[in-house]
Nanobody, 115 residues
Framework: QVQLVESGGGLEQVGGSLRLSCAAS????????VGWYRQAPGKQRELVAS???????SYADFAKGRFTISRDTGKGMIYLQMNSLKPEDTAVYYC?????????WGQGTQVTVSS
């Protein structure tokens, strides 16, 4: 079983920055992909950014140029640096990892951007 614990969410003003962290149990090398998703009220969960075991990153269009996904394999951590925040970035952000055909989710962390 994989456990993921997110932190770093909160209230931020428009144009500000936040760094989300995800602590993963088990070796990150056992995950073929790790990523961040978000879900706003009344909307479907959507991919924000992901990185494969080989280091290939992928970003949603709204995240390109503003968000950066990274990982520290030694510490078992996955990060999402979010800059130039906008009100539409308000959502619950989830960390997720893929191991084979299984996907594991964290409990989520709330990000609220005020104008």
């Amino acid at each position: 079983q994989v456990q993921l614990v997110e932190s770093g969410g909160g209230l931020e003003q428009v144009g500000g920055s936040l760094r989300l962290s995800c602590a993963a149990s088990g070796s990150i090398f056992s995950f073929n992909r790790v990523g961040w998703y978000r879900q706003a009220p009344g909307k479907q969960r959507e991919l924000v950014a992901s990185v494969t075991l080989g280091g290939i990153t992928s970003y949603a269009d709204f995240a390109k140029g503003r968000f950066t996904i990274s990982r520290d394999t030694g510490k078992g951590m996955i990060y999402l640096q979010m800059n130039s925040l906008k009100p539409e970035d308000t959502a619950v952000y989830y960390c997720a990892v893929d191991r084979g055909s299984d996907r594991y989710w964290g409990q989520g962390t709330q990000v609220t951007v005020s104008s």
